[in-house]
T-cell receptor, first 112, second 109 residues
Framework: EAGVTQSPTHLIKTRGQQATLRCSPI?????VYWYQQALGLGLQFLLW???????NRGNFPPRFSGRQFPNYSSELNVNALELEDSALYLC???????????FGAGTRLSVL | KNEVEQSPQNLTAQEGEFITINCSYSVGISALHWLQQHPGGGIVSLFM???GKKKHGRLIATINIQEKHSSLHITASHPRDSAVYICAVVTGTASKLTFGTGTRLQVTL
């Protein structure tokens, strides 16, 4: 069974551009979570989607947004990119809320 | 002060040693995760527990809800255990994880 898959693996953008990151959860999982791990910093919670709706968001500006599709896959969009948005973005999925989360390999976003 | 504190920050051990990583938290939680992050960045979920003890192979995780403390033990450590181990807690009704800063473990031959 396939795990959580994220694409692309690496993404290079320039300041002011938009980035779109994608995540496919494990089959049967309805919850998708997005996390940011900036260089030298710990993991921080970004967004949680469940059954197609945004359920919670972390302390990030509105230019970080996303959605969850009917097949439970998810997109994370980052608008007006800033240099400090350079980070590893991790997606996780779980079967419903409050269950163990399984992580993807991440998308490394570099903003130049 | 962080809601989730881990100790030690860095740990070097020789192959075969018994290793303990500690996690303390200051908030009420519904569950606690132990995660393993390898140098490439990928994260593996090791355990999720809300009480007692869980064991998987050479890994053992315990939690004491009253003391707000959890430990991850690795028996007979091996160089392939070298990674960053991260404790994360689930708080309130949200399912988001709040992470500790991680413990960097290096196991040498």
């Amino acid at each position: 069974e396939a795990g959580v898959t994220q694409s692309p693996t690496h993404l290079i953008k320039t300041r002011g551009q938009q980035a779109t990151l994608r995540c496919s959860p494990i089959s049967g999982h309805t919850s998708v979570y997005w996390y940011q791990q900036a260089l030298g910093l710990g993991l921080q919670f970004l967004l949680w989607y469940d059954e197609g709706e945004e359920r919670n968001r972390g302390n990030f500006p509105p230019r970080f947004s996303g959605r969850q599709f009917p097949n439970y896959s998810s997109e994370l969009n980052v608008n007006a990119l800033e240099l400090e948005d350079s980070a590893l973005y991790l997606c996780a999925s779980s079967y419903g809320a409050k269950n163990i989360q399984y992580f993807g390999a991440g998308t490394r976003l570099s903003v130049l | 002060k962080n809601e989730v504190e881990q100790s030690p920050q860095n740990l070097t051990a020789q192959e075969g040693e018994f290793i303990t990583i500690n996690c303390s938290y200051s908030v009420g939680i519904s569950a606690l995760h132990w995660l393993q992050q390898h140098p490439g960045g990928g994260i593996v979920s090791l355990f999720m527990l809300s009480s007692g003890k869980k064991k998987h192979g050479r890994l053992i995780a315990t939690i004491n809800i009253q003391e707000k403390h959890s430990s991850l033990h690795i028996t007979a450590s091996h160089p392939r255990d070298s990674a960053v181990y991260i404790c994360a807690v689930v708080t309130g009704t949200a399912s988001k994880l709040t992470f500790g800063t991680g413990t960097r473990l290096q196991v040498t031959l």
